[in-house]
């Protein structure tokens, strides 16, 4: 009885001291995720799993603040801070930190800018051909492979809910557009460079100048010529 008596009060004394150092722990644990939630606010209020990790915050930490609704999911790997105002493009700012190295183009691009009616239903991203597919299970994408110049010119950085967008200028997405106009549709084509040339800033040579680049020139010019 002795025996089993100690064993109770030990049982009971190691259970104090795990409570005491969980109420010690908690602190901490607030703490550090006070410092995760000011590190993503710096970083615009999202970062990837791997960029938490390597700026310093514990995986550990990552799991509290998403049990505890401090972070929401947006994707794979992919966190933003809870309590900020909605994304006005998820799907882009998404695709921006997820596939960093794509660019928006085509359709996407095309929406991007205002120049056509259609509603992309897919994430249009172009990237350097010999890169490996990115894997990304949402938002749907669907990537096209340029080469060259054709993949580096006429690239824009804009910002999204203050993450950088990379997305070809207007002239550009056209010209690509006219490149790649049996897979998304002549008719697509003609209706951006239409609503293009209805603005009011129009550039037709550097319009022809990413033709060129696009190698869609003779192609684009005679559209272009009876719709000036």
């Known amino acids: 009885m002795a025996a089993n008596g100690m064993k109770y009060q030990q049982i009971v004394i190691n259970a104090g001291i795990l ?15 006070g410092q995760a939630r000011r590190l993503f606010r710096r970083k615009g209020g999202i970062l990837r799993t791997r960029d938490a990790l390597r700026l310093g915050v514990r995986p550990r930490t990552l799991y509290r603040m998403r049990r505890t609704g401090d972070l929401e999911e947006l994707g794979r790997g992919l966190y933003r801070v809870s309590g900020l105002p909605k994304l006005s493009n ?4 998404t695709i921006a930190l997820k596939v960093p190295r794509g660019v ?3 359709v996407s691009a095309l929406a991007f800018h205002e120049i056509t ?3 992309p239903h897919q994430v249009y991203v172009s990237l350097p051909r010999g890169t490996e597919p990115p894997r990304v299970p949402f938002p749907p ?17 804009h910002k ?16 690509d557009c006219f490149k790649y106009r049996n897979r998304i549709g002549r008719d697509v084509a ?9 603005r009011r800033n129009i550039n037709t040579e550097e319009l022809l100048r990413r033709a060129a680049v696009c190698r869609v ?3 684009m010019r005679p559209y272009l010529e009876a719709l000036l």
């Open 19 to 33: 409570i005491h150092r969980h109420a010690r722990m908690r602190p901490l644990e607030q703490n550090r995720a």
């Open 90 to 93: 998820p799907d882009l700012v």
């Open 104 to 106: 928006i183009c085509l």
């Open 117 to 119: 009616t259609q509603v």
């Open 141 to 157: 994408t669907r990537i096209f492979w340029f080469t060259g110049p054709a993949f580096t010119q006429g690239v824009e950085v």
């Open 160 to 175: 999204i809910d203050g993450i950088p967008i990379r997305v070809y200028s207007p002239e550009k997405t056209i010209a």
């Open 190 to 198: 003609l209706e951006a460079l239409r609503l293009y040339l209805q």
């Open 217 to 219: 020139k003779r192609v």
